[in-house]
C-alpha cells in the first residue's frame, strides 16, 4: 500500500511537519489555544529539560514538560488531557504516512474473533480484565481492551466509538460496584467507577486507533468541552473556590485605601521610640520613628437577595456570604426578601456551610409574607437601621436580581446609601443581557453603584475582585 | 552529589528518609541540572518544606531558609547595612576625607546578609528554600524575580552581587493565592499531594520501623478515610507519623474504637473536626474486645 494513494475516506491524514521540536510547538500551540500560558521562556525551558531526560520514558518525558509549561493545577489537568490526544493522534498520522498497520500478517488471515488460533472465552476475559482493573495494571487493561475489541470483531462495530465502548461493556457483563460471586461461589472484590473508567478509557483508545486506521483519517480535534475541563465538582469544592476569590479580595480591600493615601503622607512621628532608637546613635535623633501605620480595616455590609427568583444563585451567593464572613471581622450580613433580616449572628456563631444554609432558610426571620421581593422597601429598611454607622470608609456589597415585581424601586433611597457609603457594589445572578428585561429595574440602581457586575461563578467573582482592586478585568 | 540520573536523585532522597514520588525526584534532578528554582504546590503538609530538607541532607549542602510572611521585606530577607558599625566607622575614623568614609562605609564589611544574600554569596553550594511565598505580598515576589532568573542582587550602593556557588532553590505554597506568572515562568512546576496508600506506608514504616505491617496498613486505610472527610485540617503525612509512633508507644495491636478514640487528637486538631471524625470514622472501627477477666 502506498502512503501516498488517496485515502477513499478523503483527505489523508496529515502528520505536519516532522521532528520532534515541530511536535512539541504544536503541542504548545494546542496548550495555548486552550488557554495555558505558555510563554517562550517556558518552550525554551521545556527543550532544555528534555535534553536530560531520555525520551524513551514516557512517563520522565511528560512530566519534565509539564514541570516547565503547566504553572498550577489547573493547567496541569488541561495538560492531561491534551498531552493523551496530541501525541495519539500524532502517532497515528505519523502511521498512516507509512502505512503501518497493526494488522500482520498472521492476524490478516484469521476470522475477528480469533486469537492466535485460539476461541477467546468471554467468561476468562472478564476475569482477566476485572484481575487488571483491581490491579491497576495499565498495560494489561490495554492488551485485554484490543482482546476484547477483537473478540467483537474488528471493525464490526457501528462505528461511534461511544456506542461501541458501552456495548462491549455490556456484553462483557462489567459492572461498577458489588460483583456477582464467582463460578465456585467465592466472594469477589468490588469494583470502584474509577477502576471501570479506567478500562473504558483504554477500550476506547484502542477503538479510536483501529477507526483510524481503517479511514486513514484523523477525526477533526475539538477543543476541551468545558465539562471536561472542569474540576470535578461537588459543593464543597465549590465553596473551596469561593473561598479563595474572598481571601484574595480580602487582601485587595484591605491595601486599597493605602494606595491612594501615598505612603509617606500623613505619617506621625512616634516621639518615644525615636528617643529611644536614638539612644543609639549617642542621643542624637538620627532616624524618625514612625507610628505603626494601621490598614484601614473594612467595612462591609452585604445585602442579599434570598428569593425565589434567585434561588439557583442563592446557593453561590451564600457560600459567598459564608467566605466572607472567614476572612472579615468587621462585616455585617443580610437577607432579603420582602424585608430585610440580619443574619450576622448565624454566620458567627456556626462554621458549618451546611447549617448556616438550613438556619437561614429556617429562621432568617425574612418576614415573607408574599415571597415577592420589594427592593424598594428593602432600602428604607436598611437606611433607616444602618445609615448612622455608614461612613465613606464603608463598603457596601449587594447580591440580587434588581427584579422588583412592579413594586417602586425606590432609586432615590438607594442612591442615599450610595452617598453616604464609600462604595457600592453590585453583583447581579443574571446575564448582562437580561438585564432591565421585564421586571428587572437594573438600570435604575446602577447608576448609583461604583460597579454592577454579573456574578454566578467563581470565575465571575474572581473578576469582581479584580476590578475592585483596579486591575484589568479577566478575559471571558 | 545528587544529580547523576532521575533514579539516583530518587535513591539518595530515600537515603535520608524522603520517599520521593516519580515527579518529585525528576524535578528535582531537572533543577539542579537547569539550575532553576523549584516551585511546590500543594496542600499542607503533604512534605513540601521537608523536600528541601533532604534535598539539603541528601547533597551534602546546607539550608539557607527564609520564612515568609505577611510584611515580609527587603531589610529581613536580602541585606541591610550595619548601621550602628557605619556610625563607629565615621566617628573612630576621624581624619580620613569624606570620599574615603562613605566609599568604606558602603563596603561589604557593613552589610548585613539575610537569609537571601546568604544563600548566593555562599562559598559552598547551598539549599535556599522560601517557605510559604504565598504569604508575603506581591511586590515581594516582584523583588524576587531578579534573583532567582540570574541568580544575583543590585545594591544601589555597591552593584551586582553575582552568585559564587549555584544554590538550589526550593519554594513553597499552599497556594492560598494565585503567584504572578512572572514567578511562576521562572520555576520549574512541581504538585505534591496526599500519597496513595502504598507510598504512604511505605513513609510510615520508613519513620516507625517497628511498626507491624497489618497494623501500617490498617493506618493509613483510616488515615485516608479521615482525609474523605470535609475536615477543616486533614491529617498530614507529618501526622500519620506521629501518630504510627503513638501507637507503638501504646502498645496497640489493633485499630479498635478505643484505640482510636483515645489517640485521635493525634491526627484531627479541631474541635468540630474531632465530632466529625469520631461520628463518620470511629463507628466503623471494630468494638474494642471486652478485657479478660
Known amino acids: 500500500m502506498s502512503p501516498a494513494a488517496a485515502s477513499p475516506y478523503g483527505r489523508q491524514a496529515d502528520p505536519g511537519p516532522p521532528g520532534l521540536v515541530a511536535k512539541l510547538l504544536g503541542f504548545c500551540e494546542e496548550l495555548r489555544s486552550e488557554g495555558v500560558a505558555v510563554g517562550t521562556s517556558e518552550l525554551l525551558d521545556a527543550f532544555a529539560a528534555l535534553e536530560h531526560v531520555p525520551w524513551t520514558s514516557q512517563a520522565d518525558f511528560r512530566e519534565a514538560l509539564a514541570a516547565t509549561v503547566a504553572k498550577s493545577q489547573d493547567d496541569r489537568r488541561v495538560f492531561e488531557l491534551l498531552f493523551d490526544r496530541y501525541f495519539f493522534r500524532a502517532a497515528e498520522a505519523e502511521a498512516v504516512q507509512h502505512g503501518v498497520t497493526e494488522r500482520g500478517e498472521g492476524e490478516l488471515g484469521g476470522e475477528g474473533g480469533e486469537a492466535g488460533g485460539e476461541r477467546i472465552d468471554m467468561e476468562e476475559l472478564r476475569e482477566r480484565i476485572r484481575e487488571a482493573m483491581l490491579a491497576g495494571d495499565e498495560d494489561a487493561m490495554r492488551d485485554l481492551a484490543r482482546l476484547a475489541i477483537a473478540a467483537f470483531g474488528r471493525g464490526e462495530g457501528s462505528g461511534v466509538v461511544g456506542v461501541d465502548v458501552q456495548r462491549i461493556r455490556r456484553t462483557l457483563g462489567l459492572t461498577a460496584g458489588q460483583q456477582p460471586p464467582g463460578e465456585d461461589g467465592t466472594e469477589q472484590p468490588p469494583i470502584d467507577r474509577a477502576q471501570l473508567t479506567g478500562f473504558e478509557r483504554h477500550l476506547r483508545r484502542e477503538l479510536e486507533r483501529d477507526l483510524i486506521e481503517r479511514t486513514e483519517t484523523l477525526p477533526p480535534s475539538r477543543p476541551l468541552a468545558e465539562l471536561d475541563r472542569a474540576l470535578p465538582t461537588s459543593p464543597t469544592q465549590d465553596l473551596a473556590a469561593v473561598h479563595r476569590a474572598v481571601s484574595q479580595m480580602k487582601r485587595r480591600l484591605a491595601t486599597l485605601g493605602q494606595e491612594q493615601r501615598g505612603r509617606s503622607k500623613g505619617q506621625q512621628v512616634d516621639v518615644r521610640r525615636t528617643m529611644r532608637a536614638s539612644l543609639e546613635t549617642g542621643g542624637v535623633p538620627l532616624r524618625l520613628r514612625y507610628r505603626p501605620k494601621r490598614p484601614r480595616r473594612p467595612e462591609i455590609y452585604v445585602l442579599c437577595d434570598v428569593s425565589t427568583s434567585v434561588t439557583s444563585a442563592s446557593v453561590f451567593f451564600l457560600s459567598v456570604l459564608h467566605a466572607l464572613h472567614g476572612s472579615f471581622r468587621k462585616l455585617r450580613s443580610f437577607v432579603f426578601i420582602e424585608r430585610i433580616s440580619e443574619v450576622t449572628d448565624v454566620f458567627e456563631h456556626e462554621r458549618d456551610f451546611a447549617v448556616v444554609a438550613q438556619r437561614i432558610s429556617s429562621e432568617g426571620g425574612v418576614a415573607d409574607i408574599s415571597g415577592y421581593t420589594d427592593y424598594g422597601r428593602v432600602w428604607l429598611e436598611f437606611l433607616t437601621e444602618i445609615s448612622d454607622e455608614l461612613d465613606p470608609r464603608s463598603t457596601v456589597i449587594v447580591l440580587g436580581d434588581a427584579r422588583t415585581n412592579g413594586r417602586e424601586p425606590h432609586a432615590e433611597v438607594f442612591a442615599q446609601i450610595s452617598e453616604r457609603a464609600g462604595r457600592l457594589f453590585w453583583l447581579n445572578p443574571e446575564p448582562k443581557l437580561y438585564w432591565n428585561y421585564g421586571d428587572s429595574v437594573m438600570a435604575a440602581y446602577e447608576r448609583y453603584c461604583d460597579g454592577a457586575f454579573e456574578c454566578w461563578t467563581t470565575r465571575h467573582l474572581e473578576n469582581f475582585v479584580n476590578v475592585v482592586a483596579g486591575g484589568v478585568p479577566a478575559a471571558e | ?293
Open chain 2, 1 to 293: 552529589m545528587v544529580d547523576g540520573s532521575v533514579a539516583e536523585v530518587k535513591e539518595a532522597l530515600a537515603k535520608v528518609g524522603y520517599l520521593a514520588d516519580e515527579p518529585a525526584a525528576l524535578v528535582s534532578f531537572l533543577a539542579q541540572r537547569l539550575d532553576k528554582p523549584i516551585l511546590v504546590e500543594g496542600p499542607a503538609g503533604v512534605g513540601k518544606t521537608e523536600l528541601a530538607k533532604a534535598l539539603s541532607r541528601a547533597s551534602g549542602r546546607e539550608l539557607v531558609r527564609l520564612q515568609c510572611y505577611e510584611g515580609l521585606d527587603e531589610a529581613k530577607a536580602m541585606y541591610e547595612w550595619n548601621y550602628r558599625k557605619q556610625l563607629l566607622r565615621i566617628q573612630a575614623g576621624g581624619e580620613s576625607g569624606w570620599s574615603d568614609v562613605q566609599e568604606d562605609i558602603f563596603s561589604t564589611e557593613f552589610l548585613l546578609t539575610r537569609p537571601l544574600m546568604q544563600a548566593i554569596s555562599s562559598p559552598e553550594p547551598v539549599v535556599l528554600l522560601i517557605d510559604e511565598i504565598d504569604k508575603t505580598d506581591q511586590e515581594f515576589e516582584a523583588m524576587l524575580l531578579e534573583l532567582l532568573s540570574d541568580f544575583q542582587i543590585t545594591i544601589p550602593e555597591l552593584g551586582q552581587v553575582s552568585a559564587t556557588t549555584m544554590p538550589i532553590v526550593v519554594l513553597t505554597s499552599n497556594d492560598s493565592r494565585e503567584l504572578t506568572e512572572a514567578l511562576k515562568r521562572r520555576c520549574l512546576y512541581l504538585w505534591l499531594d496526599y500519597p496513595g496508600l502504598e507510598r504512604e506506608m511505605e513513609i510510615v514504616r520508613l519513620h516507625a520501623p517497628d511498626l507491624p505491617e497489618t497494623l501500617a496498613r490498617r493506618l493509613v486505610e483510616v488515615i485516608e478515610m479521615v482525609r474523605a472527610l470535609d475536615l477543616k485540617k486533614p491529617p498530614s503525612i507529618a501526622e500519620s507519623i506521629d501518630w504510627a509512633r503513638t501507637l507503638l508507644l501504646m502498645g496497640a495491636e489493633d485499630i479498635d474504637r478505643r484505640t482510636f478514640v483515645q489517640s485521635m487528637s493525634i491526627i484531627v486538631k479541631h474541635r468540630t473536626d474531632i465530632d466529625l471524625v469520631a461520628e463518620r470514622v470511629g463507628m466503623k472501627l471494630p468494638e474494642a474486645p471486652s478485657p479478660a477477666g
